[in-house]
């Protein structure tokens, strides 16, 4: 069993001077964040592929990550990461048929599509009300998750209560948040991603060394198969319903959720919309989503087994944590508590980089829900003629605010888990519409505001009423898309679509076409070229989901040590790739990207 070892002298050193490191470029720009809503929201639209794509990475990576893949490791086996591995499909449908028609649109933040797509006070409106939705409540619910997790992390390895550690974390965010346009939240990714990549990587390495381990080859001979396995088993249908068929079927396409929304959205959009080309757009959403879910995962899964040896129930992490408050005990607590075993000085670094994980979704989040708030809110209903500076004043406002917001809501959270199954119970059900608003004409303002009303009553009765227990989560899910889709379709054909004004102007801005916008074009008279492509994008989206997934099971076969599939899946991903960029460069040169 693993005693307490206190953070060094050594440790807090350099968490201090490793923190601070990655706060300068963000200090530093804050002058150039200062000239306006452009720069402070959208990094003036100049921002290469890569470091938008790794900023999506950084943002996705925060302290409640590898706690919540801890969390269904321990509860799931390997297999129960399917609740977020299936997501993929999301993002790769993102990338080929949607990313460029978000840059093409121009916007300064993905909510100004709606007056785009859109026309009169139910345009307006939707606008308006997904700026608070979205921008303040969801954003903090986002926000006090990965503030959660901060916390236990804190608890664990600094000794600090509940409160102390949420005074801490909120603080730091404000403080290193508020001042940042874009651009300083955009250069800190790349340095904070680069050290959590390489802590959570040293980290992986102490626990397959911890003699309760015994090295990487002992754990897996000495792991039960079931738990290793990269699929959940097909006898057992509960497992197999949840965590594969019900994803893959209705999951990815149906359900919002921050960086995995159907079509993109949120700090995606936002980070989309602030590339200098639709080109980069496109390739910056392919590295996120190629280094989100092929690179990162192998680290966390092997700390959250080995913790399996080291903590195998939750009293053994009671006993090993007498000083965290017990209503912070959870599988999800076992990531931090294996930090406990790291060397001094490494201990430092780690938890360095997994404060400057956290430092780095906030502040993305902070300056995401700020540009909702004055862009959406204040300027389109307020005061239109606002000056830049007060806009840029009152964005740094709203992200300290919505940062304190979200530390009080953290105190009603228990468990990573359980907040990332609140974020997917509330946006069930609305991620067809999100999907279909931009090919199908019909599509209306109250197409999506009957979607969200009833996916939102549904998702708060079955997390409030009794007799949803009886309802298992797959059947909840499965539940709300059936209403959900039901009610949106009703509201499609019960009110007319977008006025032929409307209409045209979105096809001009956007390019888009495809069967579904055939009839609108043909009754507008509109005889511009097409500008996406449904069997390109459908063919790039599918050879990107067989390379990302071949390089997932590739390299778990490779750690397994189970070298013929591992190379089989190689040459899988090998052939996707060369798919993928033929898909590429029929983009570059059809559609001038």
Request: glycine fraction near 8%.
């Given at each position: 069993?693993?005693?307490?070892?206190?953070?060094?002298?050594?440790?807090?050193?350099i968490?201090?001077?490793?923190?601070?490191l990655?706060?300068v470029?963000?200090?530093?720009?804050?002058k150039?964040?200062?000239?306006?809503?452009?720069?402070?929201?959208?990094?003036g639209?100049?921002?290469?592929?890569?470091?938008?794509?790794?900023?999506?990475?950084?943002?996705?990576?925060?302290?409640?990550?590898p706690?919540?893949?801890?969390?269904?490791?321990?509860?799931?086996?390997?297999?129960?990461?399917?609740?977020?591995?299936?997501?993929?499909?999301?993002?790769?449908?993102?990338?080929?048929?949607?990313?460029?028609?978000w840059?093409?649109a121009?916007?300064?933040?993905?909510?100004?599509?709606?007056?785009?797509r859109?026309?009169?006070?139910?345009?307006a409106?939707?606008?308006?009300?997904?700026?608070?939705y979205?921008?303040?409540?969801?954003?903090?619910l986002?926000?006090?998750?990965?503030?959660?997790?901060?916390?236990?992390?804190?608890?664990?390895?600094?000794?600090?209560?509940?409160?102390?550690?949420?005074?801490?974390?909120?603080?730091?965010?404000?403080?290193?948040?508020?001042?940042?346009?874009?651009?300083?939240?955009?250069?800190?990714?790349?340095?904070?991603?680069?050290?959590?990549?390489?802590?959570?990587?040293?980290?992986?390495y102490?626990?397959?060394?911890?003699?309760?381990?015994?090295?990487?080859?002992?754990?897996i001979?000495t792991?039960?198969?079931?738990?290793?396995?990269?699929?959940?088993?097909?006898?057992?249908?509960?497992?197999?319903?949840?965590?594969?068929?019900?994803?893959?079927?209705?999951?990815?396409?149906?359900?919002?959720?921050?960086?995995?929304?159907?079509?993109?959205?949120?700090?995606?959009?936002?980070?989309m919309l602030?590339?200098?080309s639709?080109?980069?757009?496109?390739q910056?959403?392919?590295?996120?989503?190629?280094?989100?879910?092929?690179l990162r995962?192998?680290?966390?899964?092997?700390v959250?087994l080995?913790?399996?040896?080291?903590?195998?129930?939750?009293?053994?992490?009671?006993i090993?944590?007498?000083?965290?408050?017990?209503?912070?005990?959870?599988h999800?607590?076992?990531y931090?508590a294996?930090?406990?075993?790291?060397?001094?000085?490494?201990?430092?670094?780690?938890?360095?980089?997994?404060?400057?994980?956290?430092?780095?979704t906030?502040?993305?989040?902070?300056?995401w829900?700020?540009s909702?708030?004055?862009?959406?809110?204040?300027?389109?209903?307020?005061?239109?003629?606002?000056?830049?500076?007060?806009?840029?004043l009152?964005?740094?406002?709203?992200?300290?605010?919505?940062?304190?917001?979200?530390?009080?809501?953290?105190?009603?959270?228990?468990?990573?888990?359980?907040?990332?199954?609140?974020?997917?119970?509330?946006?069930?059900?609305t991620?067809?519409?999100?999907?279909?608003?931009?090919?199908?004409?019909?599509?209306?303002?109250?197409?999506?505001?009957?979607?969200?009303?009833?996916?939102?009553?549904i998702?708060?009765?079955?997390?409030?009423?009794?007799?949803?227990?009886?309802?298992?989560?797959s059947?909840?899910?499965?539940i709300?898309?059936?209403?959900t889709?039901?009610a949106?379709i009703i509201?499609?054909?019960?009110?007319?679509?977008?006025?032929?004004?409307?209409?045209?102007?979105?096809?001009?801005?956007?390019?888009?076409?495809?069967?579904?916008?055939?009839?609108?074009?043909?009754?507008?008279?509109?005889t511009?070229?097409?500008?996406?492509h449904?069997?390109?994008?459908?063919?790039?989206?599918?050879?990107?989901?067989?390379?990302?997934?071949?390089l997932?099971?590739?390299?778990?076969?490779?750690?397994y040590?189970?070298?013929?599939?591992?190379?089989?899946?190689?040459?899988?991903a090998?052939?996707?790739?060369?798919?993928?960029?033929?898909?590429?460069?029929r983009f570059?040169r059809?559609?001038?990207?």
């Amino acid at each position: 069993m693993v005693t307490q070892t206190p953070m060094t002298t050594l440790d807090l050193v350099i968490v201090i001077l490793t923190v601070a490191l990655a706060a300068v470029p963000s200090l530093m720009l804050a002058k150039r964040a200062g000239k306006g809503k452009d720069e402070f929201f959208a990094s003036g639209r100049s921002a290469p592929w890569w470091l938008i794509g790794t900023s999506m990475v950084a943002t996705t990576f925060s302290t409640d990550t590898p706690n919540l893949v801890t969390d269904l490791v321990r509860t799931g086996g390997v297999a129960g990461n399917w609740a977020w591995w299936a997501f993929l499909v999301t993002g790769m449908v993102t990338v080929f048929f949607y990313a460029p028609l978000w840059r093409r649109a121009g916007f300064l933040t993905d909510l100004e599509f709606y007056e785009l797509r859109y026309a009169g006070k139910p345009a307006a409106f939707l606008r308006g009300f997904r700026a608070v939705y979205l921008g303040v409540f969801f954003n903090t619910l986002v926000m006090a998750s990965v503030t959660l997790a901060a916390v236990k992390m804190g608890s664990v390895m600094l000794g600090l209560s509940r409160e102390s550690a949420v005074m801490a974390c909120i603080a730091m965010s404000i403080i290193f948040g508020s001042p940042a346009g874009l651009s300083g939240v955009l250069v800190s990714d790349v340095i904070q991603f680069s050290l959590a990549m390489i802590g959570v990587t040293g980290a992986a390495y102490f626990a397959l060394n911890r003699p309760e381990v015994g090295g990487l080859q002992n754990l897996i001979a000495t792991t039960d198969p079931q738990t290793l396995s990269l699929l959940p088993s097909f006898s057992n249908t509960d497992a197999l319903l949840s965590l594969l068929i019900i994803p893959f079927l209705i999951q990815w396409w149906s359900t919002w959720y921050p960086g995995a929304e159907p079509g993109g959205g949120s700090y995606i959009a936002q980070r989309m919309l602030a590339a200098r080309s639709p080109k980069d757009a496109l390739q910056g959403t392919l590295w996120f989503n190629i280094a989100h879910y092929a690179l990162r995962p192998w680290p966390w899964i092997l700390v959250a087994l080995a913790s399996m040896k080291v903590f195998p129930t939750l009293e053994d992490l009671r006993i090993a944590l007498p000083h965290v408050d017990p209503a912070l005990i959870g599988h999800d607590l076992a990531y931090p508590a294996m930090l406990l075993g790291l060397p001094s000085g490494f201990k430092g670094l780690v938890v360095a980089a997994l404060l400057a994980a956290y430092l780095s979704t906030m502040s993305t989040h902070m300056n995401w829900g700020a540009s909702y708030i004055v862009n959406d809110v204040y300027v389109r209903f307020m005061n239109p003629n606002a000056g830049e500076k007060k806009l840029v004043l009152l964005g740094r406002v709203s992200s300290a605010l919505m940062a304190i917001a979200a530390g009080a809501f953290m105190l009603t959270l228990g468990s990573a888990s359980e907040a990332f199954n609140m974020l997917i119970s509330v946006g069930a059900g609305t991620g067809a519409i999100y999907l279909l608003r931009w090919f199908w004409w019909r599509v209306n303002p109250w197409t999506e505001i009957v979607g969200m009303a009833v996916s939102l009553v549904i998702a708060l009765y079955f997390r409030y009423s009794a007799a949803s227990a009886a309802y298992s989560g797959s059947l909840k899910l499965v539940i709300t898309v059936a209403l959900t889709t039901l009610a949106a379709i009703i509201a499609t054909y019960a009110w007319p679509p977008s006025n032929d004004a409307t209409l045209r102007a979105f096809i001009e801005k956007t390019g888009v076409g495809g069967g579904l916008w055939r009839a609108a074009r043909v009754r507008l008279g509109i005889t511009s070229p097409e500008k996406t492509h449904f069997g390109d994008s459908l063919t790039g989206a599918i050879a990107g989901c067989v390379l990302v997934y071949s390089l997932l099971f590739g390299v778990g076969e490779l750690l397994y040590g189970r070298t013929g599939p591992a190379l089989g899946f190689a040459v899988v991903a090998v052939a996707a790739a060369f798919a993928m960029r033929a898909v590429l460069r029929r983009f570059d040169r059809v559609f001038e990207l």
